[in-house]
């Protein structure tokens, strides 16, 4: 993991482009990963853990989106990614909600959604984790995500 969130890093500085996170379910995972890189303080504007349904509607997540579809969900996740990147003013926003080992129902089922703000475009994702460790789901997620976001970067991301 050490080595995608250098290239993130690296990346993000050279393309001089920032990044956000709301997260639930991973907790400050995907933060803590970046943050563990030197020169991290570059790229990452601001990171939010909104584990409760009140704090997501609070950064911007619209209630009638979590009633319709429940927090659980990619539209949920799509809201979280968006509205982060624009607190932040950021130019890529990550927005990630699921359940981890915690239920009966849709047990480890994550969602999560990346903003690129310049481009306007979402890579959104469902993931289901064969696990129950929960730090070893995070990272999985973490891994996920962090792919996706480089794959686009060494697409036509600008």
Known sequence: M???CKKIVETLKTKKCTI???ES???GFLANSITN???ASDILKVSLVTYSTEYKEH????KNIIKQYTVYS???AKEMSRNVSNLAKSNI???VTGELGNTTKDENRVYYSIYFSNINKYITKEIVIESNKREKMKGTVADNIFKDIMEELNGQYE
């Open 2 to 4: 050490e080595e995608i």
């Open 20 to 22: 956000s996170f709301m």
């Open 25 to 27: 379910c991973t907790g």
């Open 37 to 39: 890189i030197s020169g």
């Open 59 to 62: 950064f911007g997540v619209d």
């Open 74 to 76: 990619m539209e949920t």
């Open 93 to 95: 926003g990550v927005g």
